[in-house]
Nanobody, 125 residues
């Protein structure tokens, strides 16, 4: 059984930093063959895409609101994807989820094979 487990969330002041981790487990899970994305969902809002990293880590994409502040990376040997979040703002407050897809560019929630349970990030002003 495959599991994605996020960690690293917490309470931070505006301008601060956090590093989220998402570790994948499962005997047959080939982490290196999955596109890994981060999403977030704020209270009362829809879930939104935050960042994507390709299988090898050679290609990344970000939503405009986090460009220049967030960095996604992965360690395939550790089955882990990271999200380094700098210069945090109150509007970054949300539950952050990681998701895995076999597609290069998934565009629909149904195209993700696995989701984590999420980790709360709260940014105070």
């Amino acid at each position: 059984q495959v599991q994605l487990v996020e960690s690293g969330g917490g309470l931070v002041q505006a301008g601060g930093s956090l590093r989220l981790s998402c570790k994948a487990s499962g005997r047959t899970f080939t982490f290196w063959s999955y596109t890994m994305d981060w999403f977030r969902q704020a209270p009362g809002k829809e879930r939104e895409f935050v960042a994507r990293i390709s299988w090898t880590g050679g290609r990344t994409n970000y939503t405009d609101s986090v460009k220049g502040r967030f960095v996604i990376s992965r360690d395939n040997a550790q089955n882990t994807v990271y999200l380094q979040m700098n210069s945090l703002r109150p509007e970054d407050t949300a539950v952050y989820f990681c998701a895995a897809s076999r597609l290069i560019a998934p565009s629909d929630p149904g195209q993700y094979a696995y989701w984590g349970q999420g980790t709360q990030v709260t940014v105070s002003s």
